[in-house]
């Protein structure tokens, strides 16, 4: 075996392993618990992985700072959050960039918070300011994901999924792809909006992406995204055909999972 091709199989076993990504969270308040440091971290480092995959260079290090009661966490929240970008206070969880820390509490759905949070600090390690579609749309998306199994079961989120089921009339397509034409603050304006919020426009889209184009699919979004292609452009070419009419054609027909064990 020549010498070149020694140092080239050595170079991709250690960019393989290099490739596996581990991702360490350091935990600021309260611990977790060993079964939801097992399933957020599972969670996290299959985020991690995808990113690199798709060429990305996810951090690989989080503070997470868990409080046991809403009290607690809601006077902390208020205390140190910056509401300037027109967010409003969240019940449940928030990543802040400038503390850069995960902020929750312990709900009922903390395993599944703590993924959508830690989402954002892992797209944002690599994609300073996506636009805020894309952001809790995949944030959303991988929420639903069950990441008790290895690999992840590929789950729609079920809470998103009930309201789009609610709201599936001959305009749902339009007003799923018009989350595209909304500033970052109109996106946090309609979060609470009733109807087709903006936080479920973001899930439909990115999650119907998901279906039928996989993790290259949605890796080809955000890199577009980040070189700045217009959205629609890029969907067109990863979604060839009437994306409004099949968005409602797939909503229709897809049923819910049944509930986690
Ligand atoms: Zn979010």
Not at 198 to 225: C, D, H, I, M, N
Not at 226 to 251: C, H, M, S, V, W
């Amino acid at each position: 075996m020549g010498q070149s091709l020694k140092v080239l199989l050595l170079c991709g076993w250690l960019g393989w392993t290099a490739g596996a990504q581990s991702v360490q969270v350091d935990q600021l308040q309260e611990p977790l618990t060993a079964e939801e440091e097992s399933y957020v971290l599972h969670g996290l480092n299959w985020m991690a992985q995808f990113y690199l995959e798709q060429g990305f260079h996810p951090r690989n290090r989080l503070n997470a700072r868990v409080f046991a009661t809403y009290p607690e966490f809601s006077q902390y929240q208020l205390a140190h959050r910056n509401f300037s970008d027109g967010s409003r206070p969240s019940p449940t969880a928030y990543f802040s960039i400038s503390a850069d820390e995960l902020v929750t509490w312990r709900t009922r759905t903390l395993k599944s918070l703590f993924v959508h949070e830690g989402n954002h600090a892992l797209l944002r390690s690599d994609f300073r300011h996506p636009p805020k579609w894309i952001n809790e749309g995949i944030s959303e998306c991988f929420e639903g994901f069950d990441f008790a199994s290895s690999p992840p079961a590929f789950l729609p989120q079920r809470p998103r999924l009930r309201k789009v089921k609610r709201y599936l009339t001959p305009e749902f397509g339009r007003q799923v792809v018009s989350v595209l034409d909304l500033s970052d603050r109109e996106f946090n304006q309609m979060s609470t909006d009733r109807g087709l919020d903006s936080y479920t426009r973001a899930w439909a889209l990115v999650f119907y992406l998901w279906t039928q184009a996989g993790p290259r699919g949605l890796g080809e979004l955000l890199r577009g995204l980040k070189n700045g292609e217009p959205a629609r452009e890029i969907l067109a070419r990863l979604l060839p055909g009437d994306l409004e009419q099949n968005l409602l054609t797939f909503y229709d027909q897809l049923e819910p999972s049944p509930p986690l064990p």
